[in-house]
């Protein structure tokens, strides 16, 4: 089982290295947004409440466009077939579920370490910070594939996606948010964490449930 | 009392909404107890005058509005009557528990009949907390009224119509889950229109929901729309509800549309106990029952005397009325998407018979 | 005309919902009239089908 996972998350990563296409652009969004933001602000301190929301801003976009073609991908190029003899539905989801987290955190990572450089807010913690923001990640990552595999058979697949995944989003970001203000202004908790974890494991685990479904003809 | 009559308006009106099976017609006693239900609540939630207590009167003048007119129900003394000038003062005992006796300064200009027992005026505090000035009468020997809330008044009735609305709403969203687990389980086509109507009416449902909320909103907060939590909430849920209707149109293949849709409406309802139950109870707002609220607000709160006998009673009958209208509106529908889905495959099976 | 007011406005207001509601109700019930009568013709002619 792990093994097929794996192979799964392998070809991931193999099938981006060979053009490296979605890294890349994800790259410079991430850049454009922080040059824009630099740019509009430069030489102004700037709250920081305003810094988590650009954070928050990134990570929805980032982990929204990550997630866009995954599956489509799969049905445009057509090994789809393969996925479905070689391994089980259940491989594909948690193999999806592996790389899409992967590709946010590190992503997500890069774009706070630029955010950070750039505007020089003042952090009450820092653990806390990077702690909310790697545990967002994660699960924002973790969420994305299931609506991916939705809309891959879609007509308008890109407009669709942040339709369908904001709403569910919505009771973790509002808790992240309010947990990185907390971080970034005062001192961090871990009950937001654990709250923000319980309800993202709903989801995913419903996923997981329902994943075969969306996945078999 | 309230929990049973409450309890017993919510299950009755779901029990009584099943009992001819949703794809059945309606029977004719059916019908007449919906159209019946509904009117009675119309009646009862809003022709009862409200009537008051001096109390609410100087509570009124004091913290809400001094021009505003407060319905105050009393007994007038008319043995005690004095005449000054062109009106005459007349103590009245009031209806509150204990009574308080003040004196109402009646113009000679407005009419009260002497032979009712008890009368509710439209009375404004006058002089001091003693006195008051009678603009208009309200009604005499009512049979029924409902309690003057200060900072409500009148508008206190909306809670008959817009708290079921919204209720209905959840419970059309849960039918619309329950379908499309059944249909994920058995892949018969008839689920997928059971969940696909519960989901439109019960949109429906939520619409008018928050229609009657944002106007109440509006004479009430002074906005219609004031980002409370539990309106952020009936927005989100607008929005998942919009975006399974915008899913169920990308996808041509029927067979695929009603699998995707089924489970897009399971993973989305996860948000709905966190939407409607836990996080505006958490959060700051204005809606009753928020956390900044002493009481769970008035319908679920269990202190004594937070929501008087008629209110329970009319809730009640609104919540067994709405839940009719919402199953014979789903039974409609239901019915004729079977209808639609029977006519396609007899076209499909023509269209082989000829091949 | 302020005491008048006062007195029957919510007897306006209840009529007119009132009202509505009859328009709604007869409408539904027309409406379940006609789907009765389709169900019973779509039976039927499924029914002469070989």
């Known amino acids: 089982m792990v093994s097929a996972i794996g192979a799964v998350v392998l070809k991931e990563i193999v099938v981006e290295f060979r053009n490296r296409s979605l890294l890349y652009t994800l790259l410079l969004f991430t850049v454009v947004v922080v040059l824009i933001l630099a740019f509009a602000l430069m030489e102004k301190t700037i709250a920081p409440e305003l810094f988590v929301a650009f954070c928050w801003i990134v990570l929805f976009f980032l982990a929204i466009q990550s997630g866009a073609r995954s599956?489509?991908?799969?049905?445009?190029?057509?090994?789809?077939?393969?996925?479905h003899t070689l391994v089980s539905g259940y491989a594909v989801f948690w193999g999806k579920v592996v790389y899409q987290v992967g590709m946010v955190t590190f992503l997500m990572s890069i774009a706070a370490a630029l955010l950070l450089l750039v505007f020089d807010v003042p952090i009450a913690s820092m653990t806390g910070f990077w702690l909310t923001l790697g545990v967002s990640s994660v699960l924002m990552g973790a969420m994305v594939p299931i609506f991916s595999a939705l809309i891959a058979r879609s007509q308008m697949k890109g407009a669709l996606l942040p339709v369908l995944a904001f709403p569910v989003f919505v009771p973790l970001m509002r808790l992240g948010i309010e947990g990185m203000l907390d971080a970034v202004l005062k001192q961090w908790h871990v009950q937001t964490l654990i709250l923000m974890g319980a309800y993202a494991g709903i989801v995913i685990t419903l996923a997981a449930m329902l994943f075969d479904y969306v996945w078999r003809e | 009392m309230k929990a049973i009559l409450i309890g017993l308006g919510v299950v009755g009106g779901i029990i009584v909404g099943l009992v001819p099976a949703v794809h059945r017609p309606r029977p004719r006693w059916w019908m007449a107890l919906c159209v019946g239900g509904m009117g009675l609540t119309i009646a009862l939630g809003l022709l009862p005058p409200l009537s008051g207590t001096f109390r609410d009167a100087v509570i009124t003048w004091r913290q809400v509005n001094p021009e505003l007119y407060v319905p105050v129900a009393g007994t007038l003394d008319w043995d005690a009557a004095v005449a000054i000038g062109d009106t005459l003062v007349v103590p009245m005992t009031d209806r509150a528990i204990p009574p308080t006796t003040a004196q109402v300064l009646i113009p000679s200009a407005l009419s009260v009949p002497k032979d009712a027992s008890v009368v509710i005026l439209a009375v404004q505090r006058w002089k001091n907390d003693q006195q008051f000035v009678m603009r208009g009468i309200v009604a005499a020997d009512p049979i029924l009224a409902l309690p003057f809330i200060p900072g409500l008044e009148e508008r206190a009735r909306n809670l008959f119509f817009h708290?079921?609305?919204?209720?209905?709403?959840?419970?059309a969203y849960a039918y619309a889950l329950w379908y499309a687990v059944l249909f994920l389980r058995r892949r018969?086509?008839?689920?997928?229109?059971?969940s696909v109507s519960a989901v439109s009416i019960g949109t429906l449902f939520a619409l008018l929901a928050t229609v009657t909320g944002s106007i109440w909103a509006k004479f009430n907060w002074g906005s219609f729309w004031n980002w409370d939590p539990r309106e952020t909430s009936i927005f989100l849920l607008l929005l998942i509800y919009a975006a399974y209707f915008a899913l169920r149109q990308s996808i041509e293949e029927p067979q695929r549309r009603a699998q995707i849709a089924a489970v897009y409406a399971i993973v989305a309802f996860v948000t709905v106990p966190f939407l409607v139950f836990i996080m505006p109870r958490l959060m700051e707002g204005l809606h009753p029952g928020s956390a900044s609220d002493q009481t769970a607000g008035?319908?679920?709160?269990?202190?004594?005397?937070?929501?008087?006998?008629?209110?329970?009673?009319?809730?009640?009958?609104?919540?067994?009325?709405?839940?009719?209208?919402f199953f014979w509106l789903l039974s409609l529908r239901v019915r004729s998407g079977i209808l639609a889905l029977r006519h396609k495959i007899q076209q499909v099976q023509e269209m082989s018979e000829i091949r | 005309m302020e005491a008048f007011l006062i007195r029957y406005s919510i007897y306006v207001v209840f009529l007119i919902v009132f009202v509505i509601w009859i328009g709604i109700a007869g409408w539904l019930w027309?409406?379940?009239?006609?789907?009765v009568e389709l169900e019973q013709w779509a039976r039927r002619h499924e029914g002469n089908r070989p």
């Open chain 1, 71 to 83: 599956f489509a991908a799969e049905y445009e190029r057509e090994t789809v077939v393969l996925l």
């Open chain 2, 163 to 171: 708290v079921p609305l919204s209720w209905v709403a959840v419970i």
């Open chain 2, 188 to 194: 018969r086509f008839i689920d997928d229109v059971h």
């Open chain 2, 298 to 325: 008035p319908i679920l709160s269990t202190q004594p005397g937070v929501l008087h006998p008629l209110k329970q009673i009319v809730f009640a009958l609104s919540m067994f009325s709405f839940s009719l209208l």
């Open chain 3, 30 to 35: 027309r409406l379940e009239r006609r789907l």
